[in-house]
């Protein structure tokens, strides 16, 4: 054995390695597991007691010199493989550094935010899964009623009560079912719906909607609450216009357009030659809605808003195709 690895000491010794191929051969022959280190120490085993210190002591040397020799070829090979490897190093170039971006959806939210925050609202969260109380019946929708194919549903399959929520109005009622007015909360959050996808549409979007409920609200705060919002995002000259529209859960209810920033009412491929773009819908909370609530719609009244973040991330920036948000395309995304 001693004779053994007097020999592969002076292979290693001798050993070069000119390319990467000679090193692994090297790896193979001295370091890896079924090399000649391993083959050794399995012999060892056998060696009698009384010589086990001197040939333990020759089998170290062996070790310690093939890493020492493989370090060394790893360093020779690398080396070679530039032609100036050593002038490869600049320490005073700026580090390379990817930095990631805000995505524009979370920009926009994050404004939408801190816009409403500044009018006292605070913000609420609830869940995506719903039950069909939070999604549809507390919210003024009867059963078996055509208003709930306003909004195309997920439902889940093996319990039709669950379902993904179809807009974030269900924190509305999470809210208010567990509390006591006064309410004043913004809620963002993501919303389904069994949608086609195309340009326009899309399965899944991001909704923001808005709850005040205390006593004597009335449809000149909406108004002037949305007024400053509209402003705030859109612009100083931004006018605001409500349309009036159908929405089970309020009543009156209104649509919410602004005048169109582009062309400032002018008219343009944006507002459609109209003037006016479309942000949301809004209304003033259904009194059902706020029995439901276990809320005395004698006592409080109150206003409710919802806007989709995608349109109005499309409007600000004036993208055309809303599936660009969700195909994490890095050339679309660096330009936030
Ligand atoms: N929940 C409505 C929708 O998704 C938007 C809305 C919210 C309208 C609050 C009025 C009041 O279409």
Redesign the pocket.
């Known amino acids: 054995m001693k004779e053994k690895i007097g020999t592969y000491i002076e292979a290693i010794d001798k050993a070069i390695a000119k390319n990467k191929e000679e090193l692994e051969q090297f790896r193979l022959r001295f370091i890896s597991r079924k090399g000649v280190l391993t083959e050794l120490f399995e012999e060892f085993k056998k060696v009698p007691n009384e010589q086990k210190r001197e040939i333990g002591g020759e089998l170290n040397v062996l070790k310690q010199k093939a890493q020492e020799k493989f370090q060394e070829l790893i360093d020779q090979v690398n080396g070679s493989a530039g032609d100036n490897a050593e002038h490869d190093l600049d320490v005073t170039l700026p580090p390379i550094v990817e930095e990631g971006s805000v995505h524009p959806l979370s920009k926009v939210k994050n404004r939408i935010i801190q816009i409403f925050e500044r009018q006292g609202f605070s913000v609420k969260e609830g869940p995506e899964i719903e039950d069909d109380f939070h999604n549809f019946t507390a919210l003024n929708f009867p059963e078996n009623h055509p208003a709930r194919e306003?909004?195309d549903t997920y439902f889940i399959s093996k319990n039709p009560d669950i379902l993904l929520r179809?807009?974030?109005?269900n924190v509305q009622i999470r809210l208010m079912e567990h509390g006591k007015p006064p309410f004043r909360s913004i809620m963002p959050g993501r919303?389904f719906r069994n949608e086609a996808i195309s340009a326009r549409a899309h399965c899944f979007f991001n909704?923001v909607?808005?709850l005040y409920v205390d006593k004597d609200v009335s449809f000149k705060d909406l108004k002037q609450t949305l007024y400053h919002f509209a402003k705030e995002l859109f612009g100083e000259d931004t006018q605001i216009r409500f349309r009036p529209s159908f929405?089970p859960?309020?009543e009156p209810?209104a649509e919410i357009d602004i005048s169109c920033f582009i062309c400032k009412g002018d008219g343009c491929k944006i507002c459609k030659h109209t003037g006016w773009v479309e942000i949301?819908?809004?209304?003033m909370v259904d009194p059902n809605v706020l029995e439901s609530c276990g809320i005395d719609p004698k006592e409080y009244s109150g206003f409710?808003?919802?806007m989709g973040i995608e349109r109005i991330t499309m409007l600000k920036y004036q993208i055309d195709d809303i599936r660009l948000f969700s195909e994490n395309d890095l050339r679309f995304l660096k330009q936030f």
Not at 166 to 169: A, D, G, I, P, R
């Open positions: 306003m909004q179809t807009h974030t109005s919303v909704q909607e808005g929405f859960f309020t209810s949301g819908g809004s209304g409710a808003f919802g």
